[in-house]
C-alpha cells in the first residue's frame, strides 16, 4: 500500500470509490491504518526509508569467510506513509492486457470463490454485497464452476504475461460445497495456473475468523457436512 507503485483492479465502481476515500483519509502507521489528519509526512530524515545496506561485522577477530562476516542487513526507521497505490476500475482480463510482458514483480489477488456465489454471500457474516448481479464479467456470476475455471485460465495466461521471470502469483480462493459435494476449489484453480505454466510452489491455510463458524463439522448423526471455515493461499511461482 506504501513505499512502492502498485496498481488494483476493481470490477465494482463503489468498491473503487470506498478505497479512493480511504487513501485519501488515512496512512500507514507502523503496519496500522491511521486517520491523515494532523499526521507527519515522510521526509529522508525521519521517515522509515530503507537505508544502506550496512556491514555486519561478525564475532570480534572473525575475518573473510568465518560465519557471521560480512552479512548485510537493512536498517529501518519507524515511519508514517501516505497510501500510493493505484486502483483502476473494469474487467480484469481487460485491464491486464494494458500492462506491458514481464513488467509486474508480483501478482496478488483474491477473486471470487466459484460460480453463483450469490448476490450477498454470506450475509451474516461479512454484512456486504460480495458481488455484481448481472455483470457478465464478474467471475462469481459464471453458470458453473467449468466456465470458471476457464475464466481463471485466462487470468492466468495474462499474469504469466505480465510477471518477470522467476516471480510469484498469489491466489486466495476459498472451496465451495455444492449440490451435495465438497469441491475442492482451492486445488483446482492451482491445476489451471499449472496448465498455464506456472509452477505450484506451496499452499498457506488462513483460518479466516470472521465466518464465525466452528470447526466442528454439524449434522453428524444424518450426514457429514464440513464446515468451511478456512481460505487457501496459493503460491504459483513463474519460472
Not at 56 to 65: E, K, L, M
Not at 149 to 171: C, D, N, S, T, W
Amino acid at each position: 500500500m506504501t513505499r512502492r507503485q502498485a496498481i488494483g483492479f476493481e470490477l465494482n465502481p463503489a468498491w473503487v470509490k470506498i478505497y479512493e476515500e480511504i487513501k485519501a483519509g488515512f496512512m500507514v502507521q507502523d503496519g496500522q491504518l491511521v486517520e491523515a489528519d494532523n499526521r507527519p509526512r515522510p521526509n529522508r530524515a525521519t521517515s522509515g526509508e530503507w537505508l544502506p545496506r550496512q556491514k555486519d561485522p561478525g564475532p570480534a577477530g572473525s575475518g573473510p569467510g568465518t560465519k557471521g562476516s560480512g552479512t548485510s542487513q537493512l536498517a529501518t526507521q519507524s515511519g508514517t506513509w501516505p497510501i500510493t497505490g493505484e486502483m483502476r476500475q473494469g474487467d480484469c482480463l481487460e485491464l491486464l492486457k494494458e500492462l506491458g510482458d514481464e513488467s509486474v514483480e508480483v501478482v496478488v489477488t483474491d477473486p471470487p470463490y466459484g460460480a453463483q456465489h450469490g448476490a450477498t454471500g454470506f450475509a451474516a457474516e461479512t454484512n456486504f454485497n460480495m458481488l455484481n448481479a448481472g455483470e457478465t464479467a464478474d467471475f462469481g456470476n459464471a453458470p458453473d464452476f467449468e466456465t470458471y475455471l476457464e475464466l481463471m485460465h485466462r487470468f492466468g495466461l495474462e499474469a504469466h504475461r505480465v510477471l518477470k521471470p522467476q516471480k510469484y502469483l498469489i491466489i486466495m480462493v476459498g472451496d465451495r460445497f455444492r449440490a451435495g459435494e465438497y469441491v475442492p476449489l482451492g486445488y483446482l484453480v492451482a491445476e489451471e495456473m499449472r496448465r498455464v505454466g506456472f509452477r505450484f510452489k506451496g499452499l498457506k491455510i488462513w483460518s479466516n475468523k470472521a465466518t464465525q463458524r466452528p470447526l466442528k463439522p454439524y449434522a453428524v448423526l444424518s450426514s457429514f457436512v464440513p464446515n468451511i471455515t478456512h481460505q487457501n493461499i496459493l503460491i504459483l511461482k513463474k519460472e
